[in-house]
């Protein structure tokens, strides 16, 4: 092999190379749900800014979470909520109870780059605001959420039961 062809080789192995990390890179930035889909952790989280949201005891917040044609079917009341005033209002009754949220098995949908649904079980403990007695309400639920216009997930869907055997 002449130098200038040994050059040439090195010049497109090195191009190759460079290739082949440029598209290992942007597959490692996209995971493993592809471009433009979020992942399971991103969707799994949403209820974590949700649980912190009813921490705050300010059912503003929380019905902030919620997109403005949201449907709320609640875990303690017959009510379904299908606007933000009613949101907030079954928000306003259950924070009086200090609900703090546990997970206990979560399985999740990506649906595509806007939506998915976080579906499965958790625990509530509720605090009696008179005799500060605490119980657990054991639950499922399903989320379903959808990406906004301005890139925020919102909560446009939303049940909440007592387990049936619970």
Do not use: C
């Amino acid at each position: 092999m002449t130098r200038k062809t040994r050059i040439r080789a090195a010049v497109v192995t090195a191009t190759a190379l460079v290739a082949a990390g440029t598209f290992a890179a942007g597959v490692a930035v996209a995971g493993p749900e592809g471009a433009g889909k979020p992942g399971k952790a991103q969707i799994l989280s949403l209820f974590d800014g949700w649980n912190a949201a009813l921490r705050t005891g300010d059912p503003e917040k929380v019905a902030d979470l919620y997109a403005k044609d949201a449907v709320l079917l609640p875990t303690v009341s017959n009510e379904i909520r299908t606007d933000r005033a009613g949101i907030v209002d079954y928000f306003e009754h259950f924070l009086a109870n200090k609900p703090v949220g546990k997970k206990v098995t979560s399985v999740v949908k990506v649906l595509d780059g806007n939506s998915a649904i976080d579906t499965g079980a958790y625990d509530f403990t509720l605090t009696d605001p008179e005799t500060g007695e605490e119980s657990i309400v054991e639950a499922r639920y399903t989320y379903e959420y959808e990406k906004q216009r301005n890139g925020e997930w919102k909560i446009v869907n939303h049940h909440s039961s007592a387990m049936p055997e619970g």
